[in-house]
């Protein structure tokens, strides 16, 4: 059965660090291009970071460019995604997201139509 799991998210400062974690389970995920996707109420749901299949080529929304990384682990099969220097407009809901591969996908990945595997979510709060 495919699965993704998000973990790792909280409650922070303004200011603060949280570490992501998508598991996935019933695909490689280094045969996809993996995803974080967020999402607040009333909002669309907006592509953050990507990483491209069996690659270390990343993509990163402008806004959380220098401050966040995405990775991966091949052998645990799970994508992260450090977010460090967190702001109040990063509180949402982090969604991971697996696609298949296709070019150009720098001007790509943020299309949420192109996804075939997406875990629930996990949450992240910012307080300033």
């Known amino acids: 059965q495919v699965q993704l799991a998000e973990s790792g998210g909280g409650s922070v400062q303004a200011g603060g660090s949280l570490r992501l974690s998508c598991v996935a389970s019933?695909?490689?995920?280094?045969?996809?291009?993996m995803s974080w996707f967020r999402q607040v109420p009333g909002k669309e749901r907006e592509g953050v970071a990507s990483?491209?299949?069996?690659?270390?080529?990343?993509h990163y929304a402008d806004s959380v460019k220098g401050r966040f990384t995405i990775s991966r682990d091949k052998d645990k099969n799970t994508v992260y995604l450090q977010m460090n220097n967190l702001e109040s407009e990063d509180g949402a809901m982090y969604y991971c997201?697996?696609?298949?591969?296709?070019?150009?996908?720098?001007?790509?990945?943020?299309?949420?139509?192109?996804?075939?595997?997406w875990g629930q979510g996990t949450q992240v709060t910012v307080s300033s």
């Open positions: 997201a697996a696609a298949h591969p296709r070019q150009p996908w720098a001007s790509q990945w943020t299309s949420e139509s192109l996804y075939v595997y």
């Open positions: 990483i491209y299949v069996a690659s270390t080529f990343t």
């Open positions: 019933g695909f490689a995920t280094h045969s996809y291009s």
